[in-house]
């Protein structure tokens, strides 16, 4: 709870004093970054890799007597 405090406090200064874009801007490098190397990958190989992951990672029924 302190720590999210802490951070809306720096977000909040950083705001204040007109900082915000220089602060946000490695963020927002990183999310572009992102979304580059994501619009390589075609569709149907994104579509295959989600089945994939969900397949290993989905909730299998409790078995009930």
Known sequence: MIRILAW??????LALV??????AAPVALT???AAAVIAV?????????AAAVWLKHRN??????
């Open 18 to 23: 007109g900082l915000w874009p220089a602060a």
């Open 8 to 13: 809306l406090a720096l977000a909040g200064y």
């Open 41 to 49: 990958i075609p569709g149907p190989a994104l579509a295959l890799i």
């Open 31 to 33: 999310a572009a970054g």
């Open 60 to 65: 299998t029924p409790t078995a009930t007597a």
